[in-house]
């Protein structure tokens, strides 16, 4: 999945063990955002593919606006937005069949006007949203700390999800062991500057309990042992890197729109070539 915001929002799902891909038609909503947050995932009661795009206008907006896309309709319908702000422009992680961000709530809390902060979910299946609590720590930051980076990612040994927090000079990794359970939130790992000159942004967990790690100095990515502590700086770069687990299907077979035919689109077909190649030193 990719989209680019130059002076409006456009999307292409890919498929890159078969090397096709398709272009959805133009959100309802589609100017360039304050914030924007995208998710992906699938609908295994529909069998189906669908994206989740929620936008903030400007920062002064209270609601957000919502959209979904469904591939197996080729389009979009606009959705009632949930009551809380967009806080978080990350990709959204999608675990268990529902995709996860960051949120926030403007509340009175002991007399004084603060944030709260939440994870929001949307199941893909039954199309609802959905809350899950934050541990109490990360809930309510303290003053001065109201644009602290916080996004969550999946955490697929445990089919869970986890939340990172950059807090000055150490990034702390928080999982929730049991999925929806608020209370086995518990603090996995605790990262300071390293050896790479700055708190590294997470990128991803590794399948030996590892961490991929970006350098936010030269935005090269770099692997992290978390037992040994060991740092191994990887022949990648990228201003905005992220990176993604998948499961091979042949979704868009029958496509018409082909990577590696189409013209203009063959870096498609070698990037699709650069990540099995680099999949192969994440695992």
């Known amino acids: 999945m990719g989209y680019h ?3 409006d929002i456009r999307f292409i799902l890919w498929n890159p063990i078969i090397k096709k891909f398709v272009r959805p038609p133009k959100p309802y909503i589609c100017s360039l955002p304050y ?6 995932g699938f609908d295994s009661i529909r069998d189906d593919y669908k994206v989740l795009k929620i936008t903030k206008k400007n920062v002064l907006d209270k609601y957000v606006e919502v959209e979904l896309y469904s591939l197996k309709t080729n389009s979009w319908k606009i959705l009632d937005p949930p009551k809380y702000d967009l806080y978080s422009d990350d990709f959204m992680a999608f675990v268990n069949g529902v995709v996860h961000w960051v949120a926030r709530e403007l509340v009175n809390n002991q007399g004084r006007r603060r944030y709260k902060f939440l994870l929001m979910g949307f199941d893909m299946g039954h199309e609802v949203f959905k809350e899950i609590m934050l541990p109490e720590s990360l809930s309510y930051l303290r003053e001065g700390k109201c644009e602290t980076p916080m996004y969550v ?4 040994e445990l089919s869970s999800i986890a939340v990172i927090v950059s807090v000055y ?3 702390n990794i928080w999982v929730m062991k049991e999925y929806n359970m608020v209370e086995t939130w518990t603090k996995m790992f605790n990262l300071g500057i390293l050896g790479i000159g700055s708190v590294p942004r997470v990128l991803g967990f590794r399948k030996n309990g590892g961490l991929i ?5 030269n935005q090269q990515v770099v692997l992290h042992d978390m037992e040994g502590s060991e740092v191994n700086y990887f022949t990648v770069w990228g201003r905005n890197a992220y990176v993604f687990s998948y499961i091979e299907s042949l979704v868009f077979l029958d496509q018409v729109i082909d990577s590696r035919g189409e013209n203009g689109a063959e870096n498609m077909s070698n990037a699709s070539d650069s990540i099995e190649g680099a999949a192969r030193n994440f695992t």
Not at 35 to 40: C, D, E, L, P, Y
């Open 5 to 7: 915001t130059s002076f």
């Open 35 to 40: 914030k924007i947050s995208v998710g992906f």
């Open 153 to 156: 990612m999946p955490y697929g």
């Open 169 to 171: 000079d150490e990034c």
């Open 213 to 217: 790690l970006s350098n936010l100095f």
